[in-house]
């Protein structure tokens, strides 16, 4: 571990080539156990191919992760794996090693949820403001707000990395859909027992982020969002509706690639072709907007498309300014799920399925709720 922290990014290369090399599975190994399970075939030759495919950098990994730090050190080899995935494709094999036991070692059950608050440590409240990838806070005063009695937020910890969040949501109490992300952040804080507060019948979700690029790949949202719905629910009751005000990250590349003559100050227009964005392209039967597609894999529908939801420079350029609300609804985001999954359709709510023209039954369902 001390020789690995010493390293240049090339020498980490380097190192990297010499795992792909020289700790794979032992081929000599692996014919025996592949002769042995083609003369007879059962369940204790397959365990015992399996086991001779492993390879060699799984014993060094589970070694380093014994070690104090350890799992530090395994995430930044990943991440500088993920890095250099697409010039150099051939060091896949270690980098999926690697996913394969932090998968096994960050699963639901070691996963611990807490709620942050203006008391949490100071050191994992700058965690926060590091991390946060949706919309950027700015400074401590802007995260003071962000943990106003009138807002929450949560994060999953593992015991190996107990003062860092793994994945934190930030989640605003209203008073109906929230349509402006300008309006969440800037809001004024609310007086202590504001009635306000305590009248909220929704909660809205609009920030959820991934703290730890060594485990891209690996989900804790759909987890993470399910836990703070039930926590939400039995804390305070009169929060009914659970929406999300979320970005959409590639309509503004979508739009100049298909209609680049589109005039993007024409809320009409715009608000349609986000509907058809979302709602009819796809890419590998899924929807292409990684934040729809999140969303909509977790049993979401569309809800509804919010013209100037964001004016910063950054949603702006991502999307012109346009914003969505994703709806959970406990008793359909089982079938609004399998619609998706198994008959490929995008479930969205009335309001936002009639923007298009024509409609299309074949790629969209009709939320009747």
């Known amino acids: 571990m001390r020789r690995y922290r010493a390293l240049t990014d090339l020498q980490k290369i380097d190192f990297f080539r010499v795992l792909l090399d020289e700790f794979g599975a032992d081929r000599s190994v692996v014919d025996a ?8 075939p059962g369940e204790q030759t397959m365990v015992a191919l399996a086991e001779a495919a492993d390879s060699q950098r799984l014993d060094l990994f589970r070694a380093i992760n014994t070690a104090p730090g350890g799992i530090a050190v395994l995430l930044d080899m990943r991440t500088v794996l993920l890095t250099h995935r697409h010039e150099m494709p051939e060091l896949m094999p270690v980098e999926q090693d690697l996913k394969y036991l932090l ?45 106003a009695p009138d807002r929450r937020s949560f994060g999953f910890f593992h015991p190996a990395l107990p003062d860092e969040p793994i994945i934190f949501v930030t989640v605003a109490l209203t008073k109906g859909l929230a349509t ?23 909660a809205i979700f609009y920030s959820i982020t991934n703290c730890q690029t060594g485990l891209r790949g690996i989900s804790f949202g759909s987890f993470l969002i399910k836990q703070v719905t039930e926590r939400l629910a039995a804390e305070q009751p009169t929060v009914t509706t659970f929406s999300t005000l979320s970005p959409v990250p590639g309509l503004a590349s979508w739009l100049t690639q298909q209609h680049p003559q589109v005039d993007t100050s024409d809320e009409s227009q715009m608000v349609a072709l986000c509907a058809r964005y979302l709602l009819t392209v796809r890419r590998r039967g899924l929807p292409q907007d990684a934040v729809a597609r999140f969303h909509l894999r977790n049993g979401a529908r569309v809800e ?66």
């Open 33 to 40: 156990a592949i002769a042995a399970y083609q003369d007879d």
């Open 103 to 147: 998968t096994s070692w960050f699963n639901r059950g070691f996963l611990r949820l807490e709620q942050l608050s203006w008391q949490t440590p100071a050191h994992i409240l700058e965690s926060l403001i590091r991390y946060e990838a949706v919309h950027e806070i700015r400074g401590w005063s802007d995260l003071r707000r962000r943990l």
């Open 180 to 202: 402006s992300i300008q309006d969440v952040i800037d809001a004024p804080t609310p007086e202590p027992f504001a009635p306000e507060t305590a009248q909220a019948d929704t």
């Open 304 to 369: 509804q498309i919010n013209w100037q939801g964001d004016t910063s420079p950054k949603g702006l350029a991502e999307s012109h300014g346009l914003l969505v609300n994703y709806l959970y609804s406990g008793q359909d985001i089982a079938d609004n799920n399998e619609a998706l999954t198994l008959d490929g359709l995008v479930t969205a709510s009335k309001q936002v399925a009639d923007l298009l023209d024509p409609f299309d039954e074949s790629l969209v369902r009709v939320s009747t709720n």
